[in-house]
């Protein structure tokens, strides 16, 4: 037998906060990369920087990287319906995944490639002042925007672990992709001051673009993270393992159970998840009572975890999934 009671009018959650400050981190990433894409490319034109160039091609590829996040927020919103009754959260998901593809292929194949090309035919060495000004500017942008996303993942991040352990247990995908894509930002940042600084203390035009393929090689790695986290969470990521030991302890602790067999949870979205527990109710209870408990487990689900949209109670299943 199975369970999927109407969340009780008392339990419905309120509608989570988290998806506008998710939003508000990817316009501060926008502003600030449309800032410094235009001021990169001007500033590679002057001096013909390969490492500033990639660096531009960098920060064009982040800024339509965070318009497909916007893409998939709006479509993640999208109530449910007959052909999607569990809603469109994974959307969200699925464009992450395309902005993981395109850092590797746009952001970082093309600064390699042009590293490479660089190093066949060395530009000339030119004054650096402008890329340094231009520079100095794009890691203020981008500190800015990365540290909107670090306070996000701050307020989610527990105490007794990282920074980036918060990233990898985040279910938030346009949190933890502008974080992403940001870090990668500011190592690019340096690495290109560093070449270019080198290149001209040493009059070595080799190492300026050596400098744009060790950006390409960081933004490889970056996609690779990126598409990690997005594609666990695309094929369907459960919740971390303590949170369901507590989801287990809570329902335990109803005087109406007498046993919980598997618990399963699925994340549909960012603030959307889906749960089935096996469930062994007490003999001789009453319908009345069953609707009762029934109501009391989902209050005080929905009271500690409100991303808890849907949840199913098995009873049928409930000898086999002790067996297993």
């Known amino acids: 037998m199975r369970i999927e009671q109407e969340i009780p009018p008392g339990c419905r959650p309120e509608c989570p906060a988290g998806l506008s400050q998710s939003r508000k981190v990817v316009y501060a990433a926008i502003v600030a990369n449309v800032a410094i894409a235009i001021s990169k490319f001007v500033a590679a034109g002057m001096t013909g920087s390969a490492a500033m160039l990639a660096e531009g091609v960098h920060s064009a590829v982040d800024t339509g990287n965070e318009f497909l996040l916007l893409l998939g927020m709006k479509h993640s919103e999208k109530p449910p319906d007959e052909w999607h009754p569990f809603g469109y959260g994974k959307v969200l998901y699925f464009w992450a995944l395309i902005v993981a593809l395109s850092v590797f292929s746009l952001g970082g194949g093309i600064s390699i490639y042009h590293g490479v090309v660089a190093l066949r035919n060395l530009p000339a060495l030119e004054d650096p002042t402008w890329n340094y000004v231009v520079l100095t500017l794009a890691a203020l942008f981008e500190g800015y925007s990365w540290n909107k996303s670090r306070k996000e993942l701050n307020e989610r991040r527990r105490t007794d672990e990282s920074l980036w352990q918060a990233v990898r247990r985040s279910k938030d995908a346009s949190v933890f992709t502008v974080f992403i894509e940001d870090s990668a930002a500011l ?138």
């Open 187 to 324: 190592i690019g940042i340096a690495v290109a001051s560093s070449g270019i600084w080198l290149g001209h203390q040493f009059h070595n035009p080799y190492i300026d673009p050596v400098a744009s393929v060790i950006i390409g090689l960081v933004l490889v790695a970056a996609a690779f993270a990126l598409a990690r986290e997005t594609g666990g969470l695309l094929v369907g990521e459960s919740i971390d393992r303590d949170q369901i030991l507590k989801l287990k302890e809570m329902i335990s602790s109803e005087p109406a159970v007498e046993k919980v067999g598997h618990l399963l949870t699925m994340q549909l979205g960012p603030d959307h998840v889906l749960l089935t527990a096996a469930v062994r109710f007490r003999r001789g209870l009453g319908i009345n009572e069953l609707e009762q408990a029934i109501d009391r487990l989902e209050c005080a689900i929905k009271a500690e975890y409100p991303s808890v949209h849907h949840i199913f109670l098995e009873t049928g299943s409930f000898r086999s999934s002790f067996r297993s």
